[in-house]
């Protein structure tokens, strides 16, 4: 008996302990769509035409924006807008970046990235530019 009654126990704590990964992904997901539609986020892809990562990175992108709907999103190509990379102080193709309306800045990723590495550090740097507290998971 008490074998049984430790076994149901296990399995309402992995139950709980699902629901609540659940439900903390799903906040994500729901935090990524509201950023994605609103204008006060934006992302940037810097690329260089010939880059192999970059070649890449640029379809990854576009299939992310695509996916969650982002509105504002610009690709820049430094060889054409070196200036942009000077100001961004981007260090090397491809890489991401999170702006805020209000002027804040964000590297998202540097390098290849795919898609839930972009998803995450977009995450991370919503919390950061926010300070809202990050929901944990068990």
């Known amino acids: 008996m008490n074998r049984t009654v430790l076994i149901i126990g296990l399995l309402i704590l992995q139950y709980l302990i699902s629901a609540d990964y659940t439900f903390a992904q799903e906040q ?7 950023m994605a539609a609103d204008e006060y986020f934006g992302l ?5 035409t010939g880059c192999g990562p970059c070649n890449e990175q640029y379809p990854v992108f576009q299939d992310f924006v695509r996916f ?8 820049i190509d430094v060889q054409d807008n070196p200036w ?9 193709v491809p890489e991401i ?6 002027g804040k800045i964000i590297r998202i990723s540097s390098g290849f ?26």
Do not use: Q
């Open 28 to 34: 994500k997901s729901d935090i990524i769509r509201n």
């Open 44 to 48: 940037i892809l810097f690329y260089k």
């Open 68 to 75: 969650n709907h982002w509105k504002p999103f610009k690709t």
């Open 84 to 92: 942009a990379a000077v100001k961004f102080e981007v260090e090397t």
């Open 97 to 102: 970046w999170l702006v805020t309306e209000d």
């Open 113 to 138: 990235a795919p898609p839930d590495l972009i998803r995450n550090n977009i995450l991370s740097a919503y919390y950061t530019i926010t300070g809202v507290s990050e929901p944990e998971t068990h």
